[in-house]
């Protein structure tokens, strides 16, 4: 599904990521784990076309087809989602009118007839309550005055309407407590599947417990230093970076 | 004076001398054309006119009204749509058209060239020796509404001035008086029939009393060839409560005088502004609210958009006077720049003697932020239907607050459209 061969991408003069291989097939759901500032969230907005990143090296392939060719919004309608660590608040833009409207783009795409006000909302409510979220949400301007754990729910909200075939979720654990993760887990293994694929990327380990990893990749310093399965993440939250850190010394 | 600004008085004064005389209007004229020929048009070095030149208004050789045009009323319902059917006048270059009204409510709209005496608030509130266009307005004034609100009636009077002939000029007087307790909703709209250009020059004044709440909503939806001056005055009385909107969305020259008195203990003013400027489009949005006695509050949010090469100008003036303690006065002026070529020049200015208040005030320059921007791209969104989404996201909060919500939600079509064609998203 996804080809990522000698990556190395900059964010201004700084280069971050300095040569990373990594292969996701059909159906796999793999892990990142990492200290901060090793890239974890470069490589998240690298897949997802983020313009501040530029890539200098190495080749993305998805389905095939060359990733890094594609304007973002392409990447949406071949299927890429990117959970966003920071969802952005937008004033003025309902969140019904900004999910009907993504969703209507992505339906087109797939060469599917756009949903009506109707349909839409039967959907909608349907996708809210796997993720445990006030159906008042909609009818307020885009993640504005969420709380932390309204966001990362309307994330996977919209993962949920889009079904999208590869998800980047960039440290969607980050700030939720222990309720709220349970539920935003559920909802993205409602969408575990043989055609679809994650990149989950965290800082620890325990939203593993939930979103079950096939393989786990260690980053530090801009490469892969090492892969596993997932009881590497739980060697890890027992040795902590260091251990890998001080493994990948010269 | 520049020459350019001679003529254009001179000929403003020509077309003073034809207007026919006779009916409830003669003082108001009269006084104006005492008073724009002692003022003249105004020259950048006046204060209040530095940022924008009257020059290519100045240079154009107006006429008034040649002829009683017939217009169908499908084309008009094209324009001014939302139609509020209930209390609709219709003057079209200036001149009442009765086929096109509504259905008047009895007493509640009053034509001024038809009434036998004036009203009494006219020109007791605009100031015809300090603003010269108010001064030009009352030498050519042809017609106009007088609307007296006096119950509690939630339908809209909505005053349509349609412009359609090449050249004309057209200055409506529009006199608004609430009884006390009153409640009601004016929609003072400025349009275009088909695309000659044209200019408007309108005066509005407004008593709020004792209690009375009353919205006034000044649309200004012209087509992209046309002039337009525009000033409304106001005096809200003891617990009176007024909301003005002011939405420039067409026009190649636009500007706005606001002026609001708080008369009485407990008076309140929302002004809510909106502005488009596309092309080589020129905004002036200049407010003054006058906190003359304690216990007032004014609340003030202009936001504009300005694309291409337009140009805005915001001044917004806040007085509280030294027997105005426990003002509470709130004012905001953020502005989006779509383009390089954009320009805004915002000046907020408090003037505050009482020590008892509470004031704040804040101008913003902006453009669309970048990671809004590729949050909707990375849900599939194109990239200049997110900039259009973002933009008219900037602009609703002002849309949202008008009176009806069907006209949020036309001027909101508005908004976007005249965004999208000037192609001040791409």
């Given at each position: 599904m996804l080809e990522i061969k000698n990556l190395h991408a900059t964010a201004g003069d700084a280069e971050i990521l300095k040569g990373i291989d990594l292969s996701?097939?059909?159906?796999?759901?793999?892990?990142?784990?990492?200290?901060?500032?090793?890239?974890?969230?470069?490589?998240?907005?690298?897949?997802?076309?983020?313009?501040?990143?530029?890539?200098?090296?190495?080749?993305?392939?998805?389905?095939?087809?060359?990733?890094?060719?594609?304007?973002?919004?392409?990447?949406?309608?071949?299927?890429?989602?990117?959970?966003?660590?920071?969802?952005?608040e937008i004033p003025g833009v309902t969140n019904n009118y900004f999910l009907k409207a993504s969703l209507n783009a992505i339906r087109t795409a797939r060469g599917e007839e756009e949903v009506d006000a109707m349909d839409f909302l039967t959907l909608v409510k349907e996708k809210m309550k796997i993720v445990e979220m006030p159906q008042d949400l909609m009818g307020r301007s885009i993640n504005e005055g969420f709380s932390g754990g309204e966001k990362k729910r309307n994330e996977i909200l919209q993962m949920l309407l889009l079904e999208p075939s590869f998800m980047v979720l960039d440290e969607t654990d980050s700030g939720l407590d222990i309720d709220a993760l349970r539920v935003v887990a559920n909802g993205v293994n409602h969408l575990r599947g043989p055609e679809r694929s994650m990149l989950v990327i965290t800082h620890y380990q325990r939203l593993l417990d939930y979103i079950v990893p096939d393989v786990v990749h260690v980053l530090s310093e801009g490469r892969i230093v090492r892969s596993g399965g997932k009881e590497l993440a739980h060697e890890l939250e027992e040795k902590g970076y260091g251990w890998i850190e001080g493994a990948s010394a010269p | 004076m520049s020459q350019v600004l001679e003529q254009g008085r001179d000929r403003f004064l020509a077309l003073a001398a034809r207007v026919p005389g006779g009916g409830a209007l003669d003082a108001l004229r009269a006084e104006g054309v005492a008073a724009f020929t002692a003022q003249g048009l105004p020259g950048t070095r006046l204060e209040e006119w530095r940022y924008t030149n009257v020059a290519p208004l100045a240079a154009i050789e107006w006429s008034d009204a040649a002829e009683h045009l017939s217009v169908a009323r499908s084309a008009l319902e094209a324009v001014a749509s939302p139609v509020f059917a209930c209390g609709l006048e219709v003057f079209v270059d200036g001149v009442h058209h009765a086929?096109?009204?509504?259905?008047?409510?009895?007493?509640?709209?009053q034509e001024l060239a038809d009434a036998a005496t004036a009203p009494a608030a006219l020109a007791t509130l605009a100031d015809a020796k300090r603003h010269p266009f108010v001064a030009l307005n009352g030498a050519l004034t042809r017609d106009g509404a007088a609307v007296s609100l006096d119950g509690d009636d939630q339908r809209a009077v909505h005053l349509v001035f349609a412009e359609a002939s090449a050249d004309v000029a057209s200055h409506p007087r529009v006199v608004i008086e609430t009884a006390p307790g009153a409640r009601g909703t004016v929609i003072v709209d400025h349009v275009s029939l088909g695309l000659a250009r044209h200019y408007s020059n309108a005066v509005i004044e407004v008593r709020v009393a004792e209690n009375a709440s009353l919205d006034v909503v000044v649309l200004q939806r012209t087509n992209d060839a046309s002039f337009h001056t525009g000033h409304l005055a106001a005096r809200v009385e003891r617990n009176g409560r007024l909301r003005t909107h002011t939405l420039s969305l067409g026009g190649c020259f636009v500007r706005n005088d606001l002026e609001v008195t708080l008369a009485g203990e407990g008076a309140e003013c929302v002004m809510n502004g909106l502005y488009l400027g596309t092309g080589d489009q020129l905004i002036d949005n200049h407010t003054w609210v006058d906190h003359a006695v304690p216990h007032g509050r004014s609340e003030e949010l202009y936001k504009g958009v300005l694309g291409g090469r337009s140009k805005g100008v915001f001044r917004g003036r806040v007085m509280v006077r030294p027997d105005a303690q426990k003002t509470d006065a709130r004012q905001s002026n953020p502005n989006l720049l779509l383009a390089d070529g954009a320009e805004i020049d915002t000046k907020p200015q408090l003037e505050i003697y009482a020590d008892d208040v509470k004031c704040s005030h804040g101008s913003t320059i902006g453009r669309l932020d970048p990671e809004s921007l590729f949050y909707l791209r990375s849900r599939g969104i194109g990239v200049e239907a997110a900039r259009l989404l973002l933009t008219r996201g900037f602009a609703a909060e002002v849309l949202n607050a008008l009176p009806e919500p069907a006209l949020a939600e036309t001027l909101g079509a508005v908004f976007a459209d005249r965004l999208e064609r000037s192609g001040g998203v791409a």
């Open positions: 996701i097939g059909a159906g796999e759901v793999h892990a990142i784990m990492g200290p901060n500032g090793s890239g974890k969230s470069t490589l998240a907005g690298v897949l997802a076309g983020r313009p501040a990143f530029a890539v200098t090296e190495g080749s993305i392939r998805y389905k095939g087809e060359d990733l890094l060719e594609l304007e973002p919004e392409k990447r949406a309608l071949a299927g890429i989602f990117l959970a966003f660590q920071y969802p952005v | 086929e096109l009204d509504g259905t008047q409510r009895a007493d509640q709209v």
